[in-house]
């Protein structure tokens, strides 16, 4: 089984400019994450989608933060425009839902991608 | 914000010694797991523990649950320099919200 694709891997930009990110899920999971990662701390949800629909967006900024997951498969998220502090590790995440009163998910990580504002 | 802190923050040991790793969290939880990142890669699920468990296991991994003190521990036994990494909790507040908040890490290194 493929595993989460995320593409670049590395970027490099002047603040102010633009950048965005893609992500493949693995096929056939619905819930799709991106997580910021500031060096030194613990991954930090931006948004989550289920299938093509935005379940919880409430720490992504969005005055410059911007994501969409068209056909509720592949995703893209995108700065516009890039601040100093958006430098970070950004990781999209997929998973499986198993509803029910036992429900709990695991999610699986792509390798990231590293922003680097300059 | 971060809803688990872990402790120590980093650890050093030798390979072959155990590792203990612990994580506090605010809430109420439904369930808590543990992942592990290497460096520059992203973070790999390790073990999951519900709300009503009180300790599993898994290979080399224990894992406690304790939720009277809102918290867990990771133990990792006869340890490998390939355990080198950063191991990070994710809590679960509500049921079937899938929205998993991490804590800060710790960071643990295995001297061969």
């Known amino acids: 089984e493929a595993g989460v694709a995320q593409s670049p891997r590395y970027k490099i930009i002047e603040k102010r400019q633009s950048v965005a990110f893609w992500c493949n899920p693995i096929?056939?999971?619905?819930?799709l994450y991106w997580y910021q990662q500031i060096l030194g701390q613990g991954p930090k949800l931006l948004i989550q989608?289920?299938?093509?629909?935005?379940?919880?967006d409430s720490q992504l900024p969005k005055d410059r933060f911007s994501a969409e997951r068209l056909k509720g498969v592949d995703s893209t998220l995108k700065i516009q425009p890039a601040k100093l502090e958006d430098s970070a590790v950004y990781l999209c995440?997929?998973?499986?839902?198993?509803?029910?009163?036992?429900?709990?998910?695991?999610?699986?990580f792509g390798p990231g991608t590293r922003l680097t504002v300059l | 914000s971060q809803q688990g802190e872990e402790d120590p923050q980093a650890l050093s040991i030798q390979e072959g010694e155990n590792a203990t790793m612990n994580c506090s969290y605010k809430?109420?939880?439904?369930?808590l797991q543990w992942y592990r990142q290497n460096s520059g890669r992203g973070l790999v699920h390790l073990i999951l523990?519900?709300?009503?468990?009180r300790e599993k296991h898994s290979g080399r991994l224990r894992v406690t649950l304790d939720t009277s003190k809102k918290s867990s521990s990771l133990l990792i036994t006869a340890s490998r320099a390939a355990d080198t990494a950063s191991y990070f909790c994710?809590?679960?507040?509500?049921?079937?919200?899938?929205?998993?908040?991490f804590g800060t890490g710790t960071r643990l290194k295995v001297l061969a």
């Open positions: 995440a997929s998973s499986s839902l198993r509803s029910g009163p036992r429900s709990y998910n695991e999610q699986f």
């Open positions: 096929s056939g999971h619905a819930t």
């Open positions: 989608f289920q299938n093509n629909g935005v379940v919880d």
């Open positions: 809430t109420s939880i439904n369930n």
């Open positions: 523990i519900r709300s009503n468990e």
């Open positions: 994710a809590t679960a507040a509500h049921p079937g919200t899938y929205k998993y908040i």
